[in-house]
């Protein structure tokens, strides 16, 4: 039976293909006695699904892909080794001799109990551990009850050609099962700013997200089409359906290679106003796209990418090895390096080292504010991007900014890196760029005082959005509220566009509003004249610029700044 299901696209375009669906964390475990007799064999029997949980761990170690992670491996082999410590290899045969219960059972009561160890332990970090556990746990329930392996974890892109559907995904899962070669995916959680989201924009495949309680009624391998613009999911097509989206496909592709014409145009408006057009970037692969689009530098690299899938944090040399080679891909084009975001939806396992279990993560120990907590964590990367700004234009970028105090310890550890390089005769550039992400209200209210100490400003509405409405970015059940429209956004904006004005330094939006065509000309209208976008939507954005007229679009602007509403805005925008 077809059927359609609704969610919210965040990443366009249409892909079709069978489904695999991820189910996590929720095994049935029998519970049943077993008899004396019966002992030792289900003790063989728990045995033996130990050395087939071993055997698959290696195989996924020797398939790793090198750009996944560098350090997945140490990951799967912190498994490995719990597969080797006798909480896990021994308590369980124990248990079912004594017990005389089956494996399965005998396996939960184990869980359980370290389980309930880990949660008591006051080090933040060890108790992280504690997931660790349950998914080596799991692996050898679902050997004992022949259960396939979660695909997603297993080598040689078995996912090749298929669409995931999953409850939600991390940012590290997604790389994962991009490089597995899926073509799209489905969430039944998750909003269109999370990481996971830009994420898949950024991979080029397309995706929804809050599909509620999709896994209740898709079945695994039944063909789906997943329409990412609209935010579709069709499941079993009929043929006249399936024909519609094939050719809704061959038309994006046609659009795409349509728009790469104006790839090498200069983007002036009809008015004759230039303006930047710069790409975020999230992988170093993605590097390769820049020049593709035709932009004009990076306005937003995302150095978080490279703490996942991975146990420790990169060290100095392996921050600047990676800003090296980027450098040389960009071949001249400025690089903006945004420091450590870590926290929040970017949950990773690098760096996630101590502090209490947070009960609302965007609000609290995230980015600028993790790393000037933890100087062991920021320094390197501080001193390795200075180090690679002796090798071409290179500007750095502090996330999260919400008070001047911050500003100035950053500030002052850029002072002494400065000495101690040039103590060291440590190449540099003196003069690089040191500037602020505007994304908490407080920051874009003061803009004005930013602006005098910092080199350049880059509005992220991706945060400024969540905080200004006080709205979780990852909460599908919030998602309504999500207003780039809305007057007191506008407002916002606006204002950190005249600080930046005033004070003769650059103010650059690299949040996803800033690519979202529909929102291209009152961007304009307002003043903007730096956008950072994702290399998909860069030539979407730059047709619209070079289509307008922008003494026009700032009538529209001050109409908007006195709407009362996001829907008062809308209308001015169709009118
Ligand atoms: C933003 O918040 O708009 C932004 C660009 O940063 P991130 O999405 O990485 O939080
Ligand atoms: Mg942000």
Redesign the pocket.
């Known amino acids: 039976m077809s059927f359609a299901l609704h969610g919210v696209g965040v990443s366009r375009g249409i892909a079709i293909g069978n489904v695999h669906i991820i189910e996590r964390n929720q095994l049935e475990i029998p519970e049943y006695n077993i008899t004396p007799d019966d002992v030792e064999a289900e003790v063989k029997r728990f045995e033996s699904a130990i050395s087939s949980a071993r055997q698959q761990l290696r195989a996924i170690r020797n398939h790793v892909p090198r750009e996944v992670g560098s350090d997945i491996a140490a990951f799967i082999d912190t498994h490995l080794l719990m597969l080797e410590d006798v909480a896990i290899t021994e308590e369980p045969g124990k248990l079912i001799r004594d017990m005389q219960c089956n494996a399965e059972w005998a396996l939960r009561m184990q869980r359980d109990a370290l389980v309930n160890v880990f949660e008591e332990m006051d080090d933040a970090y060890l108790r992280t551990r504690k997931d660790d556990v349950v998914h080596v746990i799991n692996r050898i329930q679902r050997i004992l009850l022949k259960h396939t392996p979660l695909r997603h974890e297993e080598p040689d892109s078995r996912l090749s050609g298929y669409i995931v559907l999953a409850d939600d995904l991390t940012p590290a899962d997604t790389v994962l099962l991009q490089y597995q070669g899926i073509v799209a995916f489905a969430t039944e959680f998750g909003g269109p700013t999370s990481h996971t989201a830009i994420l898949a924009r950024s991979l080029g495949i397309p995706a929804i997200v809050g599909v509620h309680q999709a896994r209740r009624y898709v079945r695994e391998d039944e063909q789906l089409v997943i329409d990412g613009t609209r935010g579709v999911l069709l499941a079993n097509p009929d043929k006249r359906t399936l024909n519609h989206y094939k050719r809704r496909q061959r038309e994006e592709k046609r659009y795409l290679t349509d728009l790469k014409k104006i790839r090498l145009a200069p983007t002036v408006s009809q008015d004759g106003v230039t303006i930047d057009l710069q790409t975020n970037i999230e992988l170093p692969r993605d590097f390769e796209n820049v020049r593709e689009v035709g932009a004009s530098g990076v306005g937003l690299y995302r150095t978080e990418f490279m703490y996942m899938n991975r146990e420790t944090p990169p060290d100095e040399e392996e921050h600047y090895e990676t800003y090296a080679s980027v450098i040389r891909i960009l071949d001249g084009l400025p690089l903006t390096i945004r420091t450590l975001?870590l926290g929040a939806d970017k949950q990773v396992d690098g760096g996630r080292q101590s502090g209490p279990v947070q009960s609302n993560p965007a609000l609290g120990l995230r980015?600028i504010r993790l790393c000037l907590k933890e100087p062991a964590l920021f320094r390197p990367q501080v001193r390795a991007i200075m180090r690679a700004s002796a090798l071409g234009p290179v500007r750095m970028m502090i996330?999260?900014l919400s008070n001047v105090h911050e500003m100035e310890q950053v500030l002052q550890m850029v002072t002494e890196l400065k000495q101690e390089l040039s103590d060291k005769r440590i190449p540099f550039d003196h003069d690089i760029a040191v500037g602020g992400?505007i994304?908490v209200p407080a920051a874009a209210v003061c803009a004005d005082i930013f602006a005098k100490h910092l080199d350049f400003l880059s509005i992220?509405t991706?945060?400024?959005i969540?905080y200004t409405m006080a709205i979780d970015r990852v909460n599908e059940e919030v998602n309504y509220l999500y207003d780039p429209l809305h007057p007191a956004v506008l407002r916002l904006v606006h204002q950190t566009l005249q600080a930046g004005e005033r004070a003769g330094i650059p103010v650059a939006m690299c949040?996803e509003m800033a690519g979202e065509t529909e929102y291209t000309r009152l961007l304009l209208g307002l003043g903007l004249r730096e956008f950072s976008v994702h290399p998909a939507v860069l030539l979407e954005v730059k047709q619209i610029v070079m289509h307008s007229r922008i003494r026009d679009l700032e009538k529209l602007a001050r109409k908007a700044l006195q709407a009362c509403s996001g829907g008062d805005v809308l209308q001015l925008m169709q009118s």
């Open positions: 975001d980015a996330p999260m992400m994304e992220g991706n945060d400024l969540q949040g």
